[in-house]
């Protein structure tokens, strides 16, 4: 199976823009079956006021954004998770949406919101899910998510092999700690990280790229640079992350200990 990330730098309010960069790199890019992109991939981070959310943000499904993702899954007989600014009724939600050849899949909406976000989005309130694609289960999550390790253990145990995290990241940490997170439950993850200074006035937030491929073995498969727009695929096997055992007495899930866990919940 081929999965990989496409980072850039998303034009802020200009969503006509990201679209026209979307196509024309994954039009040319060589085949995947699974490519991740960018948090707010539609319409750029640094709010300063609703108005301007109010600009871009889109219905899903049926906004334009995704109805392109949608077109682009099609030609490439591919899926492709994205993040998008969603609107629903008067609310936003920081979402990432799942598109394949059949169309649209579903929508994750941001559970854990960072910093400035708290004023403009609403937090997520759609359950984790885990989602079958034919050649691999996929699960989403979004930037700030990777901080709470809680995320991507729900996921992997309902079944994801793949993890897709659309990212904003201006924090250093997320890169090494996704390594973490891919070991201790045994599954691929895709970080899809922009690059770029972002300005709105007296607001400016520089993001760390470095967009990676991690390995249940906790390997890096493939890194971007901090500064420059790439795409990255690699060739994996996702059986890999089907398999949970460290050693013959030892499982990553068999041997968690749920009854001293109370205090999670």
Same mark, same amino acid.
């Given at each position: @199976?081929?999965?990989?990330?496409?980072?850039?730098?998303?034009?802020?309010?200009? #969503?006509?823009?990201?679209?026209?960069?979307?196509?024309?790199?994954?039009?040319?890019?060589?085949?995947?079956?699974?490519?991740?992109?960018?948090?707010?991939? !539609?319409?750029?981070?640094?709010?300063?006021?609703?108005?301007?959310?109010?600009?871009?943000?889109? =219905?899903?499904?049926?906004?334009?954004?995704?109805?392109?993702?949608?077109?682009?899954?099609?030609?490439?007989?591919?899926?492709? #998770?994205?993040?998008? %600014?969603?609107?629903?009724?008067? $609310?936003?939600?920081?979402?990432?949406?799942?598109?394949?050849?059949?169309?649209?899949?579903?929508?994750?909406?941001?559970?854990?919101?960072?910093?400035?976000?708290?004023?403009?989005?609403?937090?997520?309130?759609?359950?984790? =899910? #885990?989602?079958?694609?034919?050649?691999?289960?996929?699960?989403?999550?979004?930037?700030?998510?990777?901080?709470?390790?809680?995320?991507?253990?729900?996921?992997?145990?309902?079944?994801? =092999?793949?993890?897709?995290?659309? %990212?904003?990241?201006?924090?250093?940490?997320?890169?090494?700690? @996704?390594?973490?997170?891919?070991?201790?439950?045994?599954?691929?993850?895709?970080? %899809?990280?922009? $690059?770029?200074?972002?300005? !709105?006035?007296?607001?400016?937030?520089?993001?760390?790229?470095?967009?990676?491929?991690?390995?249940?073995?906790?390997?890096?498969?493939?890194?971007?640079?901090?500064?420059?727009?790439?795409?990255?695929? #690699?060739?994996?096997?996702?059986?890999?992350?089907? !398999?949970?055992?460290?050693?013959?007495?030892?499982?990553?899930? =068999?041997?968690?200990?749920?009854?001293?866990?109370?205090?999670?919940?």
């Amino acid at each position: @199976m081929k999965i990989g990330f496409f980072q850039f730098e998303p034009k802020f309010l200009d #969503v006509e823009e990201n679209i026209n960069q979307i196509i024309s790199e994954l039009e040319k890019s060589q085949t995947f079956d699974l490519i991740v992109l960018p948090e707010l991939a !539609n319409s750029g981070y640094l709010f300063k006021k609703k108005e301007e959310l109010e600009q871009v943000a889109e =219905e899903i499904p049926g906004g334009t954004f995704v109805s392109h993702l949608e077109s682009i899954c099609k030609s490439k007989n591919a899926y492709i #998770v994205a993040g998008v %600014a969603e609107k629903k009724g008067s $609310i936003f939600f920081n979402s990432s949406v799942l598109v394949g050849p059949e169309g649209y899949v579903s929508t994750y909406r941001k559970l854990h919101l960072f910093d400035r976000e708290k004023l403009f989005f609403e937090p997520g309130n759609k359950p984790l =899910e #885990v989602y079958d694609i034919g050649k691999a289960k996929v699960g989403l999550m979004i930037c700030f998510d990777w901080i709470f390790p809680e995320t991507v253990r729900v996921l992997a145990l309902k079944g994801a =092999e793949i993890i897709c995290h659309s %990212a904003n990241l201006v924090l250093p940490y997320s890169q090494t700690a @996704m390594l973490a997170r891919s070991v201790e439950n045994a599954v691929f993850t895709i970080t %899809a990280n922009r $690059i770029g200074t972002e300005k !709105n006035d007296e607001l400016i937030l520089s993001f760390t790229g470095q967009s990676q491929i991690t390995s249940p073995k906790m390997k890096t498969l493939a890194k971007a640079e901090k500064d420059t727009i790439e795409i990255k695929i #690699v060739e994996i096997d996702p059986e890999l992350a089907k !398999n949970k055992w460290i050693n013959e007495r030892n499982n990553l899930f =068999e041997d968690r200990r749920v009854d001293y866990y109370a205090i999670l919940t």
